[in-house]
């Protein structure tokens, strides 16, 4: 007898913005969800009881995403809670700006461990723990291919490397039937474009920026059996956004 398969979600990075959209789209499409956050248990304390009071069932896990040891215990926790991962998502991400001349390496490192370092090893220990025929999905950025925001560089060229992280991963992965595929989103409203929001409203094509939701409409339908022949892809959603 086929034992049923675990339809469990794990979201890094679940408690704010899009990835808290993610965590909730992919709660009401049936996934129990685990999410991870760093500092603010109490945005993901909230995001659990919303899923929770629609009758999903979902945890948080505080991870840091620059640690590798709390990505692999952040695995473990969720596979014990809700069995092994059919979906995966590698939302965290963190973003800074400057001029070239004043990038202090301690920014640099940080980025590139959270934003590079902490999505690789995400991914690999989500696909150790996944079901065959699972789906893995990345939260990239517009900027791996559309440059307009300067000071952004460092930032461009991290999400530029989980583009191509993922479309080489592809490969490792397609015995499995894992799907990985990365989702590249333009300005989004969120806590990382508070700032900014006026000067991205401006230069955005339809005159606005993106809600967290419609990235989490994409992230769904990468997640469904529907999305099965793609692998290895990064998916623009920017309203059209150029330079
Ligand atoms: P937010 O700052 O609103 O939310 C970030 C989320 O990631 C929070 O849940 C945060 O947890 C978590 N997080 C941050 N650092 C870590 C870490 N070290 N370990 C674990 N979790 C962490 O960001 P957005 O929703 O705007 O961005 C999400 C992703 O989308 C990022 O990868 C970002 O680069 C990308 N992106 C965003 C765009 C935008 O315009 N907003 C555009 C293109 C890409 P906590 O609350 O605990 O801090």
């Given at each position: ?101 004043d990038f202090r390496t301690e ?95 401006q230069r955005n094509p339809m ?37």
């Amino acid at each position: 007898i086929a034992q049923p398969i675990s339809n469990a979600a794990l979201v890094f990075g679940g408690s704010r913005g899009i990835g808290a959209a993610i965590a909730r789209r992919l709660a009401r499409e049936g996934h129990p969800v685990a999410l991870t956050y760093v500092s603010r248990p109490d945005n993901a304390a909230e995001v659990v009881a919303a899923i929770q009071a629609g009758g999903g069932q979902a945890i948080a896990i505080q991870a840091d995403s620059a640690d590798a040891e709390a990505i692999a215990a952040a695995v473990e926790q969720a596979v014990a809670h809700f069995g092994p991962l059919q979906v995966a998502v590698v939302n965290a991400g963190i973003y800074d700006s400057s001029p070239l001349a004043d990038f202090r390496t301690e920014v640099l490192d940080r980025m590139l461990a959270v934003n590079v370092r902490g999505v690789f090893l995400a991914l690999q220990s989500a696909a150790a723990a996944m079901n065959e025929g699972g789906r893995l999905i990345t939260i990239g950025s517009n900027t791996a291919v559309r440059a307009g925001v300067v000071g952004s560089s460092v930032y461009a060229m991290t999400k530029a490397a989980v583009a191509t992280l993922v479309r080489e991963l592809a490969l490792d992965l397609a015995p499995r039937r894992i799907t990985i595929n990365n989702i590249q989103p333009g300005p989004i409203e969120t806590d990382i474009t508070t700032d900014f929001i006026d000067y991205l409203v401006q230069r955005n094509p339809m005159g606005r920026v993106g809600q967290p939701d419609e990235v989490a409409g994409l992230a769904a339908w990468l997640a469904s059996r529907e999305a099965s022949y793609m692998t290895g892809s990064s998916l623009t959603i920017d309203g059209g956004w150029v330079i």
